[in-house]
């Protein structure tokens, strides 16, 4: 019986199995996890068509359908959206020609939804993203989840659907955060932006304005650590934005200012259309009208670069305008002939393209129902021949395979299951270890030692030796509660370093910054998140210092995330070594995440004026959120 089992068994899988291994190609595997898993310290860019040989040499099929999957996502970056198509067309027949329904298939459709989004097929965009979301759901790449969603959001716009497009947008803002360091997050931060900024001028809410304002801050931050220059253009643009829309218009020249400094005139046609029509605007707001003529005339020049007949016509209406008011009346009816002619030129193009798309649209719709109507009448015959014949055995089989199918994904959930406890067991073990420095306490108690025998009083120990208590106190009761409260927090932190300072005879003063918005006895934050942090300023970045050492810790509240802000004045980085704290916090996210599915990141950077800056983004947790997850647990 066993033996009929397994043979069974293996001829059930074996096309699977070789389906799979036609679907296999390791230097996909590769160039995705380098692409969208691996963080970067320096970026360097990723050129498609270069990338693109070296899968052109494979004699994979599976290989070489990601050559033109590449050639593809070029070819929709570049604008030359016939071509992208004719390559995403061939890339399917070559996917479909092996049944491969893998990353490749997955990320065919991605590059469809983009096409269709570029051209403005909205439908059709939304339905490929949908499609792609679905095989997202059982895979575990974010970067391609936030871009499909960020994608989304943007469709549904399109088509006036902004409930949706909001929701999609709000699942897509932690996702993005998780990202690890590299182009792609920065692209989403400003992809995040534009989608804040464009819902801000729907709802008129000034909240989501300074989201958009936030998330390009963060990426234009983030750019610079990885020194991706190339992601400030598209950086200060967002920045410009906000000022633009308070009327800031100075603080907005200055943005798009340093946006033009970082592009060239023979890479950058596109960026510098953009960038010379926004500056236009605001001479034209300002009324200096001459600087706003020369602008639009270089937007029309890079307009004319870029051969896109419709930015061609928006470039020569702005130049009319600012002729027009700049009192050129000779100039600008030489513009408004060259306007004419190019409006007719558009609406020529509109027109032929609307009577292309009904065309084929008439002949696909009649292709399909002829086609479908064949295949109906074929399937019938082929159904009545042999559904006499076939029925018992293909129930029989269909109950075997369902038999053994279930019993291999109940032992492979069941593994899964056992890793992610182990896993999390792991970290709690760790966590429970690294509460408090044992090294300190030990130092505390012989400091403590030390004054008794100097005090004869005994008043400076009973004072310190209070403090101590507490301190120890709150240690043990974090070793029970994975949350404390914020004025809690400020205690436990305020006796810790009031230790310190006395231990180590350091001359240093600390202060807390709190945002009025926030209700220190009910607002909590995880334990063990701050402390780490600190210890490591005043262990190793206050050692030996020549000024008086300063740590400021801040707390502020930004729509549902609190942020936590952590500044000193030592020596910096190089003499912090944050191993420990950085061990220990991203075990607490770990868990943080892994249990209430939630998103929390940090950020860590060196002062313009010295010493470290820290930042911590936590989800907002009331007292009663805190209760809920304790009991679930």
């Not at 716009?157 to 955060?177: C, F, G, M, W």
């Not at 304005?209 to 650590?225: C, V």
């Not at 960038?275 to 602008?295: G, T, V």
């Not at 707390?555 to 936590?564: C, P, T, V």
């Amino acid at each position: 019986m066993k033996i009929a089992l397994i043979g069974l068994f293996f001829l059930a899988t074996a096309p699977v199995s070789f389906g799979q291994k036609k679907c296999d190609c390791q230097l996909v595997e590769d160039f995705v996890k380098r692409r969208d898993f691996d963080a970067v310290t320096e970026y360097q860019e990723i050129h498609l068509l270069k990338e693109s040989k070296a899968f052109d040499k494979s004699k994979n099929t599976a290989c070489k359908s990601y050559a033109v999957h590449l050639k593809a996502v070029h070819a929709i970056r570049s604008g030359n959206y016939e071509w992208a198509k004719i390559l995403l067309d061939r890339e399917k027949f070559m996917l479909d020609s092996i049944h491969c329904k893998g990353i490749n298939y997955l990320e065919n459709a991605i590059s469809y939804g983009d096409y269709f989004l570029r051209v403005g097929s909205y439908e059709s965009a939304i339905e490929h993203y949908n499609k792609a979301y679905k095989i997202l759901a059982r895979q575990d790449n974010k970067t391609l989840q936030a871009h499909v969603l960020l994608s989304l959001s943007n469709a549904q716009s399109k088509i006036n659907q902004e409930d949706r497009a909001r929701t999609y947008l709000n699942q897509a803002h932690p996702l993005v955060l998780l990202l690890p360091n590299g182009q792609n997050k920065v692209e989403s931060l400003y992809n995040l932006s534009a989608r804040y900024y464009y819902q801000f001028q729907v709802t008129n809410d000034v909240a989501l304005l300074d989201s958009a304002e936030h998330m390009a801050t963060f990426g234009i931050e983030l750019a610079r650590t990885i020194k991706y220059t190339e992601g400030f253009i598209r950086g200060y643009n967002l920045l410009e934005d906000k000022q633009y829309h308070e009327k800031n218009y100075r603080q907005a020249l200055i943005y798009l200012d340093s946006a033009l400094y970082f592009t060239l005139p023979e890479i950058h046609a596109s960026e510098r259309l953009g960038i010379y029509s926004d500056m236009a605007d605001i001479y034209l707001e300002l009324k200096k009208y001459d600087k706003a003529y020369n602008c639009a005339d270089s937007s029309l020049t890079y307009a004319k670069q870029v051969a896109n007949p419709y930015k061609v016509k928006n470039a020569l209406e702005l130049l009319y305008n600012c002729s027009k008011l700049s009192g050129e009346y000779e100039r600008a009816l030489t513009v408004y002939e060259d306007l004419v002619l190019m409006r007719d030129s558009v609406l020529k193009i509109e027109n032929n393209k609307l009577f292309s798309e009904l065309e084929d649209k008439y002949h696909r719709v009649r292709k399909e129902k002829t086609e479908s109507e064949y295949e109906q009448d074929r399937k019938l015959l082929t159904k009545q021949r042999e559904i006499g014949n076939l029925r018992s055995k293909l129930i029989t089989v269909g109950i075997v395979i369902s038999a053994l199918l279930l019993f291999y994904i109940i032992i492979i959930f069941r593994q899964k299951n056992i890793r992610s406890k182990q896993k999390r067991l792991e970290v709690e073990q760790r966590l429970q270890r690294a509460r408090i420095n044992p090294d300190f306490i030990y130092k505390a108690l012989n400091n403590l030692q030390k004054m008794a025998v100097d005090d004869p009083t005994n008043t400076a120990i009973a004072k310190k030796l209070a403090s101590f208590t507490k301190l120890m106190k709150q240690t043990l009761d974090s070793s029970h509660d994975d949350f404390l409260t914020l004025d809690k927090e400020i205690d436990f932190l305020t006796y810790y370093m009031e230790l310190q300072r006395d231990r180590l005879k350091q001359r240093f003063v600390f202060s807390f910054e709190v945002d009025e918005q926030l209700n220190q006895s009910d607002v909590c934050l995880p334990t063990m998140i701050l402390q780490p942090f600190i210890e490591s300023t005043i262990e190793q970045g206050f050692k030996n210092l020549d000024h008086e050492g300063q740590i400021t810790v801040s707390f502020k509240q930004q729509q549902n995330e609190l942020r936590i802000r952590i500044d000193d004045n030592g020596k910096g980085l190089k003499s912090v070594s944050s191993a420990r704290a950085s061990e220990i916090i991203n075990d607490r996210f770990y868990l943080l995440n892994k249990m209430n599915k939630t998103s929390a990141s940090y950020l860590i950077r060196e002062r313009n004026s010295g010493g470290v800056q820290v930042e911590i983004f936590l989800p907002l947790i009331t007292r009663e959120m805190a209760e809920s997850r304790r009991k679930d647990d």
